[in-house]
């Protein structure tokens, strides 16, 4: 049973930084696409960040470009997202997802097969 659980969210304010955390259980861990998503209320969900399964590919959305550092861990079957210069419109609940995937990794939320519970990410100005 594939388990992807995230840690780290909280309160924050402008300009803080957070770090999340997302294990993964059940699966080849260093085998898999990882990617972040986020979903603000009213708003679907969207990408965030993706990196391949070697770590040789990280891709994020424009509006985390310089901000945001997505890397993993294989050994411990872990990846983060560093958050920095944090903003109130980055307040949402962020996901962790994951898919094997060759190649590119995708960027849009249904090709990933597996996804974690969410933790809520809050930023007050």
């Known amino acids: 049973q594939v388990q992807l659980v995230e840690s780290g969210g909280g309160l924050v304010q402008a300009g803080g930084s957070l770090r999340l955390s997302c294990a993964a259980s059940?699966?080849?861990?260093?085998?898999?696409?990882m990617g972040w998503f986020r979903q603000a209320p009213g708003k679907e969900r969207g990408f965030v960040a993706t990196i391949s399964w070697n770590a040789g590919g990280t891709y994020y959305a424009d509006s985390m470009k310089g901000r945001f550092t997505i890397s993993r861990d294989n050994a411990k079957d872990t990846v983060y997202l560093q958050m920095n210069n944090l903003k109130p419109e980055d307040t949402a609940v962020y996901y962790c997802a994951a898919v094997l995937w060759y190649g590119t990794p995708p960027f849009v939320a249904p090709d990933y097969k597996y996804w974690g519970q969410g933790t809520q990410v809050t930023v007050s100005s």
């Open positions: 059940g699966l080849t861990f260093s085998r898999y696409v």
